[in-house]
């Protein structure tokens, strides 16, 4: 069985600051990890994936995450935040098999950015 | 490119009434899905269907029918309408079911009160 722990519900940062959102996961396959965001009344949106290769994954905004195997981890980071990065984050997590792509997802993590 | 769209995108409804929340992708994808949204609880994955003709139970699917006649559309219907089922509700497809690294593409969301 797959699951996604994500590590705080709400975090606050100030704008400039380094941003660190914290995801677990537990597999008994290879995961294929993703991270989503969503804006205020809207959709998810894909911010980027490990699948295989690199274990360091650059997306969209500036965000990255590394897959790192022996911590079963991929936390998400920014340099510096801004506050249009406000908004809610999930971690997930694809194992395929008979689902196919169905996604395991965290519960999310809300990121707020004071000026 | 519409991408995934969903229909209503608010409702409300009486107990005991039933519905159906209609879900579109013009992308030709092959993999379909349905999640929940609450508050605290992440997305959970209600029903899914990896092809026409082809659907199967996700994490969450009491009260909850569907079915899969065309590659384009996924319609979730909710047979007797109940306050627990008041939520958030998210479709997302994807070009293949069995490359588990492609990326979900989600819906704007269909907001529902039960009352």
């Known amino acids: 069985a797959q699951s996604v722990t994500q590590l705080g519900s709400h975090v606050s940062v100030s704008e400039g600051a380094l941003v660190l959102l914290r995801c677990n996961y537990s597999?008994?396959?290879?995961?294929?990890l993703f991270w989503y965001v969503q804006y205020p009344n809207q959709g998810l949106q894909l911010l980027l994936k490990?699948?295989?290769?690199?274990?360091l994954v650059k997306g969209i905004n500036g965000f990255e995450a590394e897959f790192k195997k022996s911590e079963t981890s991929f936390h998400l980071t920014k340099p510096s935040a801004h506050m249009s990065d406000e908004a809610e984050y999930f971690c997930?997590?694809?194992?395929?098999?008979?689902?196919?792509?169905?996604?395991?997802f965290g519960k999310g993590t809300t990121l707020s950015v004071s000026s | 490119n519409a991408g995934v769209t969903q229909t209503p995108k608010f409702q409300v409804l009486k107990t005991g009434q039933s519905m159906t929340l209609q879900c579109a992708q013009d992308?030709?994808?092959?993999?379909m899905s349905w999640y929940r949204q609450d508050p605290g609880m992440g997305l959970r994955l209600i029903h899914y269907?990896?092809?026409?003709?082809?659907?199967d139970q996700g994490e969450v699917p009491n009260g909850y029918n569907v079915s899969r006649s065309t590659t384009e559309d996924f319609p979730l219907r909710l047979l007797s309408a109940a306050p627990s089922q008041t939520s958030v509700y998210f479709c997302?497809?994807?070009?293949?079911?069995?490359?588990?690294?492609?990326?979900?593409?989600f819906g704007q969301g269909t907001r529902l009160t039960v009352v």
């Open positions: 997302a497809s994807s070009y293949s079911s069995r490359a588990s690294g492609t990326e979900a593409f």
């Open positions: 597999s008994s396959v290879p995961p294929y």
């Open positions: 490990y699948t295989t290769g690199a274990t």
């Open positions: 997930a997590v694809s194992g395929g098999g008979q689902a196919g792509t169905a996604l395991i």
């Open positions: 992308m030709n994808h092959e993999y």
């Open positions: 269907s990896v092809g026409a003709g082809i659907t």
